[in-house]
């Protein structure tokens, strides 16, 4: 009599716990023979500024140290960064930036202070020569930030004068005796940062007029760049500001033959509010959710940003450049928190993936962006201490998206379904798709469900579909982290992929970022 009534309830149990083991299911479509627009490599862009040990011991160790590195720059930071293919790295700041006389920093060096982060000593041993050996190693393109909120038209120009001038000019002479014959390449300048806050609090219309001057006399002079002009990047909004957007836009529409811009920056972290206060470990589903949800406000922002930019330039000629962005968490304990130090956990990799997937569905307009920042500070890719250096899971999502890199996007189409957390709703998928030069076709796709699995099958129009292989990352817990002891806790694994009569079928872990090629 005892056993019909427990075998019902290990039925009924069996059957309660069902939804949670089963994966669910969705359909997506990539309709290959379709095409958008390039998604620009400089999207994946970095960010290093003169901040905590963003530099000083993050890049630079100096010549002299046991660490392992080439002129002074860390070889195994410059391996890892080669890996990741950093199209361009925006340097020197940030707020250091308006702070920053470039010639303090090269032949001998001159110290002075870093007021904005912590107040330390800036040696000025990392300056221009330094950068652009770390570019090289790295085989990046120099996005410069010059110094208008505290430094003059005349010193932003000789310093590019003295960076890419090819005729022997008393700067150009300069630059070879501190060991440089050849003129550099500058790809990129940025007119200013944060021009309405930390770069001189001032208003749109003063900008606008700095702006003219600074485009005007700030040259580049290097031959071999006159095929493929630097592109002039002119401060933007901080988040939803569309005012600022208005003022430089409008100037900027129908402006006369003597300035021009080619970029307009926009800044904006994940930090739901001011000062940041969320935890970058310890943190549960909760705190998951609510930073997921606030990341995913970047998509309002750049339409928002694109469509004022839009009425003011429908050609589309001015990139958006979204030259800061990540997560901005609590200072880690213990940490300066002048440094922005912050641990970099599985939430950190899911939200670049979200961001990224962003600028990639607004490639027309968003043509470059740098993560915040590429070493030891806040959203990092990389971090060390003294002799140590690990990965973090953002520096992943980097590396599984390199295909994408300059990839044509194709469009997807795909229930996002929801996933739900207290008053918390989120789209639990998101993916895009792009061709690469060979014509492959990639997938990353993205599970923001903490806890369910999803069975994905894809129809292919468009190719004859033969293989597929990729990468998935994912780890236990929302929260978990790379450690110098444990490096790899959040790593990619082979993606559970498959390829049948040319569909494909493909298992998301909960938590989880998939990037797939497909062979046709
Ligand atoms: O990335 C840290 C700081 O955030 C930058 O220096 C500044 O531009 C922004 O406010």
Redesign the pocket.
Known sequence: MVRPILLRFSLIALVLAAPAMAADKAQLSIDASKGGAKIDRNIFGQ?A?H?GSGIYGGIWVGPDSPIPNTRGIRNDVVAALRAIKVPNVRWP?????DEYHWRKGIGARAATLNP??GGVIEPNTFGTHEFMDFLDQIGSEAYLSVNVGSGTPQEAAEWLEYLTAAQPTALAKERAANGHQAPYKVAYLGIG??SW???GNMTADYYVDQLKIYTRFVRNYNPAQQSKPMLKIAVGP?GPDTQWTETVMKAHQGHEWSWDIDGLSL?S?TVVKWPPAYASVGFGVNEYAQILKSTLEMEDLVSKQSAVMDKYDPQKKVALVVD?WGA?YAPLPGSNPGF?VQQNSLRDAVLASLNLNIFARHADRVRMANI??MIN??QAMIMTDKEKMVLTPTYHVFKMYVPFQDATFVPVSFDAGRYTHGNITLPRLDAIAAKDSSGKLWLAITNVDPEQSVEIDAALPGIAAKSASGETLTATKVDSVNTFDAPNTVAPKPAAVKVDGGKLTLKLEPKSVTVIGIEQ
């Open positions: 960010f500024e901040l700041g940030g707020c250091f930036a904005n982060w940062n944060e806050a930390c770069g901080g800044h972290y800061e901005w922005l915040a920042q500070v806040l």
